[in-house]
T-cell receptor, first 117, second 112 residues
Framework: DAGVTQSPTHLIKTRGQHVTLRCSPI?????VSWYQQVLGQGPQFIFQ???????GRGNFPDRFSARQFPNYSSELNVNALLLGDSALYLC????????????????FGPGTRLTVL | TQLLEQSPQFLSIQEGENLTVYCNSS?????LQWYRQEPGEGPVLLVT?????EVKKLKRLTFQFGDARKDSSLHITAAQPGDTGLYLC????????????FGQGTELSVKP
């Protein structure tokens, strides 16, 4: 079975531009989460979507937005790019949304390396 | 504010040595996961622990969740060069199950 796939693998943009990153979850998984990982740090939570609805949002500006499609794939959009947006963007899929009783085991894709010049 | 503190941040050892990585917090987590990440790739899930005091073994790796579910440790026995990588702990809180809070990672280098 295919794991989580992300596209593109690498992307170079200039300040002020807009970018769209794509993610396909593991077959059967209904939840997709997005994380930003800056070099030398652990991933930081951006969004979670479950059954096409936003379930959680991290501490990121409104320039960041996302959506989930009926086939559970997802897009992350970032507008008005800043140099500080350069990072590895990770998508993770999980079977369910996760809660107090059900541990939210998340499986990560290979990431999209975004460089903003 | 770093909710999960990992230590050490860097570790360089010889093949065959043992090591322990710690993940500490003042917060209670409903579950905690350990991942291993190689350069340019996404984190790979190693284990999930959910019960206070739980111990799980994965070959030469032993994971423990603290009794109060605020801390965890990863112990590697007889480390091998293939164990080299970034080890990340990530916790989930009961009311925010979809959000994983990551530590800053422990960069492990095992030299032959």
């Amino acid at each position: 079975d295919a794991g989580v796939t992300q596209s593109p693998t690498h992307l170079i943009k200039t300040r002020g531009q807009h970018v769209t990153l794509r993610c396909s979850p593991i077959s059967g998984h209904k939840s997709v989460s997005w994380y930003q990982q800056v070099l030398g740090q652990g991933p930081q939570f951006i969004f979670q979507y479950y059954e096409k609805e936003e379930r959680g949002r991290g501490n990121f500006p409104d320039r960041f937005s996302a959506r989930q499609f009926p086939n559970y794939s997802s897009e992350l959009n970032v507008n008005a790019l800043l140099l500080g947006d350069s990072a590895l963007y990770l998508c993770a899929s999980s079977l369910l949304a996760g809660g107090a009783i059900t541990p939210n085991e998340q499986f990560f894709g290979p990431g999209t390396r975004l460089t903003v010049l | 504010t770093q909710l999960l503190e990992q230590s050490p941040q860097f570790l360089s050892i010889q093949e065959g040595e043992n090591l322990t990585v710690y993940c500490n917090s003042s917060s209670v987590f409903s579950s905690l996961q350990w991942y291993r990440q190689e350069p340019g790739e996404g984190p790979v899930l190693l284990v999930t622990v959910v019960t206070g005091g739980e111990v799980k073994k994965l070959k030469r790796l032993t994971f423990q969740f603290g009794d109060a579910r605020k801390d965890s440790s990863l112990h590697i026995t007889a480390a091998q060069p293939g164990d080299t990588g970034l080890y990340l702990c990530a916790g989930a809180k009961g009311n925010q199950g979809g959000k994983l809070i990551f530590g800053q990672g422990t960069e492990l280098s095992v030299k032959p």
